[in-house]
């Protein structure tokens, strides 16, 4: 065998042409000439939580960073996002009160409805979109109605189709529904359409697992089942050939922009959604990614921004067009600079 390795690697180089991958790394400037996958500010939503009140801005216990805002706080920070360049935030809205079939969710005068009225008259070029969803208006704290002990799917669809409506008629510029029951977006469609909307587009929230990653969220949100689990609507963490049917029939009914949830735990499914359709493609790096991110970074386990942006460039990279992120307004600050 051979007595000198190294002597032999150069020696091969020269007789069959390793390649030197190397040498496209060796300076910042060629590594930056050649970088496959670029994240911009304007990939980014920031999710906003709403609660009525004046002058609250309450920090969300298991999300530092993040915030429960009454209205005229979530203006300003509405502000702040579009002054930072990020293009859109995702309104939720927590209810003064929940009741069984989540009443507020489709009120004229709801939360969400009047913060989106507020945004957009004080912040008129952000994009203003709705999350549609039945969870943090009902008692119960689940996405539709209940019956006997099951969340039933058809009565729930008409209801979010009558909320969609009524966000849109408030002024969103799009909406988001995140039930995953079936045939809300076609429902939605229909609804806002016979109303004349007929440009305001829909971005489904198309193949959404039933993750333990939404833990912080149902604190910031208050929306916690108070019984049983989202597992008879949202997907089996174990499938992704159902996460393409479950996309390819949202198209059909007519959504805008197809988005997958989680992201970081889900990033084979963003790509086989993005190579198979070729749609605007959104991933949700839901709380949970973020809290333990925080959370290590606090401890100072990890360089917390430096995996910040290697995580959402991994979500790009993946095939996401857009991400909603609680990261958005940190990203967007080393971003700019
Ligand atoms: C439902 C909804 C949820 C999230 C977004 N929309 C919670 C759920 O399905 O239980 C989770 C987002 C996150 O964890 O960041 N309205």
């Avoid at 806002?192 to 697992?209: C, N, Q, R, V």
């Avoid at 689990?229 to 159902?242: C, F, K, L, T, V």
Wanted: hydrophobic share 40%; net charge negative; charged share 30%.
């Amino acid at each position: 065998m051979n007595e000198h390795p190294i002597l032999s690697v150069t020696q091969q180089s020269q007789s069959e042409q390793i390649r030197r991958f190397r040498r496209l790394r060796m300076k910042e400037s060629l590594r930056t000439m050649v970088r496959e996958t670029e994240l911009a500010v304007t990939d980014l939503i920031d999710p906003l939580f709403i609660v009525p009140g004046k002058k609250v801005r309450k920090e969300i216990r298991s999300m530092p960073g993040v915030f429960q805002l009454s209205i005229d706080e979530a203006v300003r920070e509405a502000a702040r996002v579009k002054e930072l360049g990020i293009p859109a935030v995702i309104l939720f809205g927590i209810p003064e009160h929940k009741d069984e079939v989540g009443s507020e969710a489709y009120d004229e005068a709801g939360i969400v409805q009047m913060a989106v009225r507020s945004i957009k008259k004080e912040v008129p070029e952000l994009v203003v979109i709705t999350d549609v969803c039945l969870c943090e208006y009902t008692s119960h704290g689940h996405c539709g109605i209940v019956r006997d002990g099951i969340i039933v799917n058809d009565e729930s669809v008409a209801l979010l189709a009558k909320e969609a409506l009524t966000h849109v008629r408030a002024g969103a510029d799009m909406v988001a529904p995140s039930d995953m029951f079936d045939g809300r977006v076609k429902a939605i469609r229909a609804a806002l359409d016979e109303d004349g909307f007929l440009d305001t587009p829909i971005m489904s929230y198309a193949a959404k697992y039933a993750s333990g990653f939404y833990g912080p969220f149902r604190d910031a949100a208050e929306s916690a089942p108070q019984f049983g689990d989202r597992r008879s609507h949202q997907m089996d963490p174990a499938n992704s050939n159902e996460a393409l049917h479950e996309v390819e029939q949202d198209i059909r009914e007519g959504a805008d922009i197809v988005m997958v949830k989680p992201a970081l735990s889900y990033l084979d499914v963003i790509r086989r959604v993005k190579d198979r359709f070729q749609m605007p493609t959104a991933a949700y790096n839901v709380s949970g990614e973020y809290a333990m991110v925080k959370a290590a970074g606090r401890n100072g386990w990890i360089d917390e921004p430096r995996v910040m942006m290697e995580l959402l460039t991994s979500i790009k990279r993946a095939g996401a067009d857009l991400i909603l992120t609680y990261f958005a307004k940190d990203a967007a600050g080393l971003l700019r600079r």
